[in-house]
Nanobody
């Protein structure tokens, strides 16, 4: 069982930056690929970024490529999402998720591939 707790919610102006954190419980964090998803009001949940269990590989949605950076610290059981040059359309509840994997470099960008989800954290970008 893995519990995920996101933090870093906030209100930021367009063009600003924000960093989200996701702390995971348990001693096997290094066995999980991690991902960030978001859901805006009235829209379906969408993939944002993912990082392999080893941290060696990452993948981003086209809409955030070059502006968002996902990283992890396996010693701290934490995954981060650094967001910069934020746009109003980034307003959403952001969720982190964990996917159990036996492949250290594998990436997961589809929601149903994930085993555990956090409760979400609100990001609001004002224009």
């Amino acid at each position: 069982q893995v519990q995920l707790v996101e933090s870093g919610a906030g209100l930021v102006q367009a063009g600003g930056a924000l960093r989200l954190s996701c702390a995971a419980s348990g001693r096997t964090f290094g066995n999980y690929a991690m991902g960030w998803f978001r859901q805006a009001p009235g829209k379906e949940r969408e993939f944002v970024a993912t990082i392999s269990s080893s941290g060696s590989s990452t993948r981003y949605a086209d809409s955030v490529l070059g502006r968002f950076t996902i990283s992890r610290d396996n010693a701290k059981n934490t995954v981060y999402l650094q967001m910069s040059s934020l746009k109003p359309e980034a307003t959403a509840v952001y969720y982190c998720a964990a996917a159990r994997t036996y492949y250290s470099g594998r990436l997961y960008s589809v929601g149903h591939e994930y085993d555990y989800w956090g409760q979400g954290t609100q990001v609001t970008v004002s224009s």
